[in-house]
């Protein structure tokens, strides 16, 4: 313990030392076309997880309009996050193949038809459909604006412009579930996507067009259909596996029909695994491979990007989660479910710039490690009192994570993509990103189907036993929670061991 204590102390300091050296050099200014193009390529990505994390809070009125069960609303959620997925590792190639403003007014034609799409669907299958296309220009956007960040930020500010991307896209999921809420409760649901076209049309894309540049040339990158295919598969069929195990354990709780739906999530982890292991091998034999993954061998990165795929699985899944636990175990309203993860995601997320600043002046270590160490008290008060909780414990719990989560999350990539070499930044942008969003839709999944197996006859809902359940559901969750973020401090830990042992 005390050799571990030495080597972090070790570590800490170099990084100190370091961060010291790039305060010694004169101050590089911020452009401000670079803080405008941040917003205008952020604000789409702002707009795709906001109205993802409004549909969140609407799912028992939803359930309602479209009739079906928690297990099956919950795609409107995992499949955007899946199609954002399944898009970000082509922004590797989109950034070596086009223009940055090509690639935002695609984005922006995306957010549009999606939105409109979603306004004229009655059916649950349309709603899909425009979830998949708002998906796609989120995948556009977001890696989009970390390139920018990467590519034209001054290295002395690097930290802190990656906090304000994080920023960018992490106020949507504080405010989404209360916008939801609170426009459901006086207006149709529909009346959200009315009220985002014209933010896209009016202040994203004027901002893009005047602030987006392009300081790097493009090159004659090439398209691998089947390595794509083959990643689309292994994301798809990890996240079904989650979903469709749950079913087969929720149906075989109730003493209903569980072989189909356990057959075909046996088959959905194979078809996974097996494309992910096909995607590795193909990517390393390939001349020009979609992703470049050499990178990866270095296993003080290949630890952060695990942390940073666990991490999202409850940052992303405990939206879902309290939003639904309040309504359908507590007997909220939809407002107030949406009211309770406002605190902690919001104040969370402003707290996100601070997060890079301690890193720039510190190093990983401490700001990292404190961050997370503090973020895992909130699901462990939440597992203590998880039968006896009230709205306002809930949301001060939540409160505890949200504020340790921002202020060490994006560190975790800053500091991972400062150890790779310059030209494989696109690729590490893309996996890092890539992974963050299947971890969202993993969590999703995941936590939907641990409440549906919880929920799994007890009863009609609203009454007291499913009520019950309920809760119980939601103690399973917070107990997953804690081993997710344990595994991650552990990898992190891990990691910054082997980064002093180089120093």
């Not at 076309?33 to 997880?49: E, H, N, T, Y």
């Amino acid at each position: 313990m005390k050799e571990r204590n030495t080597t972090l102390e070790t570590t800490d300091h170099s990084n100190r030392n370091n961060s010291e050296n790039i305060k010694e050099t004169p101050d590089e200014r911020i452009p401000g076309k670079l803080i405008g193009a941040i917003v205008a390529v952020g604000s789409l990505a702002f707009i795709g997880i906001l109205t993802e994390t409004v549909m969140t809070v609407l799912f028992p009125q939803l359930m309602r309009e479209f009739n079906v069960n928690t297990a099956t609303v919950q795609w409107i959620t995992t499949i955007y996050l899946l199609t954002v997925a399944a898009t970000m590792p082509l922004s590797s190639y989109l950034n070596r193949k086009f223009k940055h403003r090509v690639l935002f007014l695609a984005a922006v034609a995306l957010a549009v038809l999606g939105s409109l799409t979603m306004i004229f669907g009655h059916a649950f299958p349309v709603i899909l459909v425009a979830r998949i296309i708002q998906g796609v220009g989120s995948g556009v956007a977001t890696p989009l604006m970390m390139n920018i960040i990467l590519e034209q930020s001054p290295r002395s500010k690097v930290g802190r412009l990656m906090g304000v991307g994080s920023l960018v896209i992490t106020v949507a999921p504080a405010i989404g579930p209360t916008v939801g809420g609170a426009v459901s409760s006086i207006l149709p649901w529909r009346a959200i996507f009315i009220i985002v076209i014209p933010v896209i049309l009016l202040i994203s894309l004027p901002v893009g067009l005047k602030c987006i540049e392009q300081h790097r040339p493009t090159e004659e990158a090439r398209l691998n259909p089947l390595q794509f295919a083959s990643i689309v598969l292994a994301l798809c069929g990890l996240v079904m596996f989650l979903n469709q195990a749950g079913v087969a354990v929720a149906a075989a709780v109730a003493g209903g029909a569980a072989v189909v739906p356990g057959v075909f999530a046996v088959v959905s982890l194979i078809v996974g695994l097996g494309s992910l292991l096909f995607f590795g091998w193909s990517s390393h034999r390939s001349f020009s491979p979609l992703i470049r993954l050499g990178w990866l061998r270095d296993p003080m990165v290949l630890l952060h990007l695990i942390a940073y795929m666990l991490l999202p699985i409850v940052g992303i899944g405990f939206g879902y989660v309290i939003t639904n636990l309040a309504q359908l175990s507590l007997g909220t309203n939809a407002f107030l479910a949406g009211a309770l993860v406002l605190p902690g995601a919001l104040v969370g997320a402003f707290f996100a710039p601070i997060g890079g600043t301690l890193y720039d002046r510190f190093g990983p270590v401490r700001p990292i490690l404190g961050a997370f160490l503090l973020a895992i008290c909130g699901p462990i008060l939440l597992l203590v009192f998880s039968m006896r909780l009230t709205p306002a414990t809930l949301a001060g719990f939540y409160f505890i994570f949200g504020l340790g989560y921002s202020l060490g999350f994006s560190n975790i990539m800053t500091n991972a993509l400062r150890s790779i070499s310059p030209q494989f930044m696109p690729d590490g942008n893309a996996v890092f990103n890539t992974c963050l969003q299947f971890g969202g839709a993993a969590g999703t999944a995941l936590f939907s189907t641990v409440l549906s197996v919880a929920q799994s006859g007890a009863g009609k809902e609203g009454s007291a036993a499913f009520r019950h359940a309920t809760a119980v559901g939601g103690s399973w969750t917070f107990a997953i929670m804690i081993a997710l973020v344990a595994v991650s401090i552990c990898c992190l830990i891990a990691a910054f061991r082997m980064e002093a042992k180089r120093r």
